[in-house]
């Protein structure tokens, strides 16, 4: 259950209650792909040293393996992980979308060839259900496709009818699976997923009908797959006045501290990206006074933490100087120790906007740091 607390202009500030803890709002979400934070960091450095609320984790690659029925035979993600939070499992929808060459989408569902052996798979909405059913998630995304930008008005529409089809059978098939007690979480909740490219009539009209649908929370997709910034912040505004007022929303796949920042002030609460622990392992890391590439010769002796307002158990503890020593040396330590400072510098970004909206100051911290924060040094 979403509670609105107030808001500031658009921007809303919330509390999201789930039978695995209350989500202060906006939030950012981890995204442990297999059920690991990719980077060496685990489910307890999440609770414990980097501030994190909820865990993301992967329908589609979990199905692959170790496979979502072993996963129930173990009780779940969460005695899996010992991730005791809410967990969010996206619906393998995505992978329509990413593995376009190994794929074939119908009425029924999609038709994959496995990226590790090529052997034959089928999902579609009734397929993903039982699959995050038996992963028990706190939070199951409804299967959808999301459409590459840009795409032709009528396959987006028709894709768009389909999305909304595969909503409604989603919705059947969780709560049969729950009725009938083949949910590892009873209180397994249901989100559904607005589509529609960047076409105006196809996203309001898409809104329109599965917010009919009463379900647990929103998501904004297909979007941040390679059209401009602008054109994004302009779809969220669009289509931010048809989302229930009373349910969360959920921008999946963003993004950025400026992408997130402006999505807040258009009226989003929850956020998940793989931006923060990828370019962590490539040594390019989130500051308060813009992004570093800690490889560069000018950290070659430079004893200070990556962020000197940063409290991470990295700044804590490491120079500059030796974690770019740990990346040219190819240690696994570099990126363990810079994943954990940016999920850290994400997480603290999201409660830095909190109490901004608690303060009645977002404005301001949104005009200070939107761009800056995005700035390469």
């Known amino acids: 259950m979403y509670r609105l607390v107030k808001t500031e202009n658009t921007a809303r500030r919330g509390e999201f209650e789930t039978v695995h803890g209350t989500v202060q709002t906006p939030a950012f979400m981890n995204v442990a792909t297999a059920a690991a934070i990719k980077g060496g960091v685990s489910a307890l450095d999440l609770k414990n040293e980097l501030d994190c ?33 809410p967990i969010l499992t996206d619906s393998g929808g995505f992978q329509v979308f990413s593995l376009a060459g190994l794929r074939k989408i119908k009425e029924e569902g999609v038709y994959f060839s496995s990226h590790i052996d090529g052997r034959k798979i089928f999902m579609g909405p009734e397929e993903s259900m039982q699959i995050q059913a038996n992963l028990g998630s706190t939070i199951a995304m409804a299967f959808d496709e999301c459409v590459e930008n840009p795409a032709a008005y009528q396959y987006a529409k028709n894709s768009c009818e389909r999305t909304t089809r595969w909503l409604v059978r989603c919705k059947a098939e969780l709560n049969r699976l729950k009725k009938e007690g083949l949910a590892v979480n009873p209180q397994q909740m249901l989100f559904g997923i607005n589509q529609g490219c960047c076409f105006d009539d196809l996203r309001v009209k898409h809104m329109q009908e599965i917010a009919e649908l009463d379900l647990d929370g929103y998501a904004i997709g297909g979007l941040a797959v390679g059209e401009p910034k602008e054109e994004m912040y302009r779809v969220i505004s669009l289509v931010e006045p048809y989302m229930p007022k009373d349910k969360i929303r959920y921008l999946m796949g963003v993004g950025t501290p400026g992408n997130i920042i402006e999505a807040v002030s258009r009226g989003v609460d929850l956020f998940d990206c793989v931006m923060p622990s990828r370019n962590a392992r490539h040594g390019h890391i989130f500051t308060w006074s813009g992004v570093i590439n800690i490889i560069n010769a000018k950290y070659e002796k430079d004893t200070g933490p990556i962020d000197s307002q940063c409290n991470c158990p990295t700044c804590k503890n490491f120079s500059r100087a030796y974690i770019r020593h740990l990346f040219k040396a190819n240690e696994q330590l ?44």
């Open 53 to 85: 609320q909820v865990m993301l984790c992967n329908t589609y690659h979990l199905h692959l393996r170790p496979g979502d029925k072993l996963i129930a035979e173990m009780g779940g993600l969460h005695n899996f992980t010992r991730w005791e939070g």
């Open 334 to 377: 570099a990126g363990r120790l810079a994943v954990m400072h940016n999920l850290h510098f994400y997480n603290n970004l999201m409660t830095r906007i909190r109490t901004e909206l608690d303060n009645g100051t977002f404005e301001q911290f949104h005009d200070q740091y939107v761009d800056l924060l995005d700035r390469r040094i």
